[in-house]
């Protein structure tokens, strides 16, 4: 009886039980799919700039913040993006992914309004009743084009004198005045220079005026000069003509006649080298030519007195107009952001008078809003903000804002300046050899040009390309089979050996083959990635690099480099030598020249680098204790290879040594023992024991060598940048500027491959010419 209730109450409960959990299961999904749905209606705006100080970054998350609480349901995302911004950019366009809002360099304008990525602000404005008019007219210009607009303007900034006052003062000589003309700068600089060591060399500098062309762009306008025609399709004429060379004859006789300015290297070691901002802050330099962005650096040294700052303008030149140039930002929007409304409203809010009077805190530059700039002045308590505002009415826009990829342009203007400066070629050839370049390269970027980037439906090129590559595998691999197809037990033991070598040959084809193939592939298109449309041009990219003269002198300057080979493996080989003797503590001198090896390769690049510093390095002090005349290593062209080689002979020394320490305990002991009973000497012994029986390691290290020696990248691009006038732009380096900097990624292919082909018939005349007198035992 107890049985059969047990049993009831089973059949009773047990639906029962089975319902409440389907409904407690329906209710749990029911409440999940709401929350998940009020979590998805929340919309997420992202932001992008450049900066990646914690400052910045804490006041751009108030603006945010603030945003957000004007518009519930909407979340705003900053995301900072550190190096290559404009790439970056551009890559997450072309991506499908990119920011809703961020900020524009106005001197990537051209480029981001040609390629059509850009929204036009000015529908929605009208529809939002915005006021243009609190901006300042020629701020708001940079960004127009006719109707359009494509940025809220941030900030700006002009080019003005910083001066630290404590050396005025020290020199006693007065403080600038707030207009003043070329000579009475030039006065003033050569008061302030001194040799305040008496070794005949001036250590402090009266100025800082380095050959960037953002730096000296304003004094060529005031001589009625320019760089580029009215409407920006042509160079020679005008970046050539009197008045430009006339302007800039005068920031090269800074440093060559007047020896008022340091020789601070190439304009690619300056930008890198962070000299500029040291020589300021240790008073070596009395005056720096620079921007509003300077002021956050200057800001701590300021409050801890160790700075004493005052401003003035740029002096104007004799008979020449007072003109200036203005660098500015703004936030913009792409035009495939999913949410155009809100975006927009989010650039006119973090371009609006609460963003720009919090960011006025920062200094960072001039607020747009002509209402916040005056309260900048007004709050101004060290006395600069003042010239900043004075010098707006006098500000034009600089030649970023007008031609596309001008960065591109913008390097042959700093290599003519560098090749006078360190070739000591004559002005009037550099500038009109420079400016028939600069045509040939605006033409053809007015050609490849045209084309907007939009974003990919997807990697097919790509995915075509790889497809074909397994296709062929795989006949390959059927051909195999194919070709054993007698006897069972045959085709067995070939598809046994294939098993064994397919790992081999997966790895094989996926990093080796496959990536020589796609560049291939590349080479023979105009493969720009920010472009959707990527056509076949043959062998134009092939043509275009062999009458690039500065490809063949990267290619020369490759093979001088090479030359460091055979006398790194001679030092390594006498080191190893030495240290297959039996002494005490040799194993500690082995690892403390090896260490150089297991370390970072950047972290040592840095080192060297301040080491051959002219003003302050260790080696020009070594020189100057043992009387010898001082170098300027990195900053000649003269010796900036030279100073590489023999970075790199130091940093190899470790690693051949090892090589060759193998080697040297592979012989045995019994042939020296012999030789020394034969009364041989240890030249003898090592003429003819150590090294005929060294030849493989040798040989080995010679051809690996090579090729490293032709793969140089890592110490060209923290060192020198490629310069001076480019006398250390190797291969690689250059292809990197292509791939990288420009984007270019079918012309960057093809250099690759002549590099390729160059490395495989080294390597091959390596082995037909000395690999047939190595002998292995």
């Not at 020679?236 to 006789?253: E, M, V």
């Not at 020249?593 to 080491?611: E, G, M, Q, T």
């Not at 082909?757 to 690999?771: N, Y």
């Amino acid at each position: 009886m107890e049985t059969n209730f047990v049993q009831l109450n089973r059949e009773l409960v047990l639906p029962r039980m089975l319902l409440v959990r389907c409904a407690l299961a329906v209710f749990c999904f029911c409440l999940l799919a709401d929350t998940t749905l009020l979590a998805s209606s929340e919309i997420t705006l992202r932001v992008s700039n450049w900066s990646t100080r914690q400052r910045d970054i804490e006041y751009e998350n108030k603006i945010s913040r603030a945003f957000e609480e004007l518009h519930p349901g909407v979340s705003v995302t900053l995301e900072p993006v550190p190096h290559h911004y404009d790439q970056k950019i551009l890559l997450s366009i072309v991506a499908g992914s990119p920011p809703d809002v961020f900020l524009l360099d106005s001197g990537s304008i051209p480029s981001y309004v040609n390629k059509g990525v850009v929204l036009d602000l000015m529908p929605h404005i009208r529809r939002l009743g915005f006021d243009l008019n609190v901006y300042f007219p020629n701020v708001l210009a940079i960004a127009r084009r006719d109707s359009a607009l494509y940025a809220l303007p941030k900030d700006f900034t002009p080019m003005v004198i910083y001066y630290n006052k404590k050396l005025f003062d020290e020199a006693n000589v007065s403080y600038p005045p707030a207009q003043w003309t070329w000579e009475e700068f030039l006065v003033t600089a050569k008061r302030l220079t001194k040799d305040t060591d008496s070794d005949g060399e001036a250590d402090q500098f009266g100025v800082l005026w380095p050959q960037m062309t953002y730096m000296w762009m304003p004094l060529v306008w005031m001589h009625g000069g320019d760089v580029l025609s009215p409407d920006g399709r042509r160079a020679t004429g005008y970046f050539n003509s009197p008045q430009t060379i006339a302007a800039l004859q005068k920031i090269i006789d800074l440093q060559r006649i007047h020896k008022v300015a340091p020789n601070l290297g190439s304009h690619e070691q300056i930008r890198t080298s962070g000299l500029l901002e040291s020589l300021f802050f240790s008073n070596r330099a009395a005056m720096r030519v620079s921007g509003h962005w300077s002021m956050p650096t200057f800001l701590p040294y300021i409050e801890s007195g160790k700075l004493s700052l005052g401003v003035t303008t740029l002096p104007v030149p004799a008979q020449g107009k007072k003109v200036n140039v203005m660098y500015e930002s703004g936030w913009c929007v792409p035009v495939s952001t999913p949410h155009p409304g809100l975006a927009v409203e989010l650039a006119i809010f973090m371009s609006d008078e609460f963003a720009a009077r919090l960011r006025s805190e920062m200094l960072i530059g001039m607020p747009a809003m002509k209402s916040v700039a005056a309260e900048q002045v007004q709050k101004d308590t060290l006395g600069v903000e003042k010239t900043f505002l004075e010098e707006v009415p006098y500000c034009r826009q600089h030649w970023g804002s007008v031609v596309e990829r001008f960065p591109e342009i913008e390097r042959f203007f700093e290599d003519a300046i560098d090749d006078v400066l360190f070739n000591n070629r004559p002005i009037h050839e550099s500038f009109t050899v420079h400016a028939q370049r600069i045509d040939e390269k605006l033409q053809q970027i007015r050609a490849t040009g045209a084309s907007k980037a939009t974003a990919l439906p997807g990697n097919t090129e790509i995915l075509r390309f790889l497809l074909v590559m397994m296709v062929l595998a795989l006949s390959l691999a059927g051909f195999g089979v194919w070709k054993t197809r007698g006897a069972a037990a045959k085709r067995r033991q070939t598809l046994m050996g294939f098993a064994f070598l397919l790992p081999s040959f997966v790895h094989l084809l996926i990093f080796w083959l496959t990536p020589i193939a796609f560049a291939f592939y590349l080479s023979m298109h105009n493969w720009e990635i920010i472009v959707p449309h990527k056509p076949f041009i043959g062998a134009d990219n092939f043509v275009e690099m062999f009458r690039d003269h500065a490809f063949w002198n990267a290619l020369k300057n490759t093979l001088i480099y090479s030359l460091n080979v055979p006398f790194g493996m001679a030092f390594s080989l006498g080191v190893a030598v030495m240290l297959n003797l039996k002494l005490r503590g040799v194993h500690l001198l082995r690892t403390l020249y090896f260490l150089p090896s297991v370390s970072s390769f950047v972290a040592i690049a840095l080192v060297w680098r301040l080491l051959y510093e002219p003003q302050i390095g260790l080696a020009n002090f070594i020189l100057d204790l043992l009387n010898l005349p001082k170098s300027l290593w990195l900053n000649s062209p003269d010796t900036a290879m030279l100073a590489l080689i023999i970075m790199s002979i130091w940093l190899g020394l470790g690693y051949q040594m090892v090589i060759f320490l193998a080697g040297l305990q592979g012989i045995p002991g019994s042939l020296y023992e012999a030789a020394m009973i034969d009364g041989a000497s240890p030249w003898q012994r090592f003429r003819t024991i150590t090294l005929p029986l060294l030849q493989p390691t040798t040989f080995f290290i010679f051809i690996t060598s090579i090729i490293g020696s032709f793969q140089v990248f890592t110490a060209i691009y923290v060192m020198t940048g490629g310069g001076p006038a480019r006398s250390t732009d190797v291969v690689v380096h250059h292809i990197y500027q292509a791939a990288w900097n420009n984007l270019r990624m079918g012309y960057a292919s093809a250099m690759s491959l002549v590099l390729f082909v160059i490395i495989m018939a080294a390597t091959w005349l390596q082995f037909r010419v000395l690999g047939k007198y190595v002998e292995y035992a």
